[in-house]
């Protein structure tokens, strides 16, 4: 089992810059990601990236201005993200897989973070 606890987030101007940090605990996660939602829409898969940081997928929307990575030794997930539009204004989870491909897909993941809100304003 995986638990995984947030950090981060918060309100910015447009922009500006926010790191979300994501801690696990527990034993059998692989591949991790960041995915969003906002109100009315389905969750979207932001950035993923592999066990040992080689390997990584972004969105096409967030290309060039969000950086994945993670740092094992400390069980941490990080999420840069820099240049923000009032568009990135969402609820932001992290997310574990077992599965050691970096997928933007929903379905590919086991253990989801509480949720942290990035507000960005015009």
């Known amino acids: 089992q995986v638990q995984l606890v947030q950090s981060g987030g918060g309100s910015v101007q447009a922009g500006g810059s926010l790191r979300l940090s994501c801690t696990a605990s527990g034993y059998g996660a692989a591949s991790m990601g960041w995915f969003r939602q906002s109100p009315g829409k389905d969750r979207e898969g932001v950035a993923a990236i592999d066990w040992n940081g080689s390997l990584t997928k972004y969105a096409d929307s967030v290309k060039g201005r969000f950086t994945i990575s993670r740092v094992n030794a400390r069980k941490t997930l990080y999420l840069e993200m820099n240049s923000l539009k009032p568009e990135d204004t969402a609820m932001y989870y992290c997310?574990?897989?077992?599965?050691?491909?970096?997928?933007?897909?929903?379905?590919?993941?086991?253990?989801w973070g509480q949720g942290t809100q990035v507000t960005v304003s015009s």
């Open positions: 997310a574990a897989s077992e599965l050691n491909y970096p997928a933007l897909q929903n379905s590919q993941y086991h253990w």
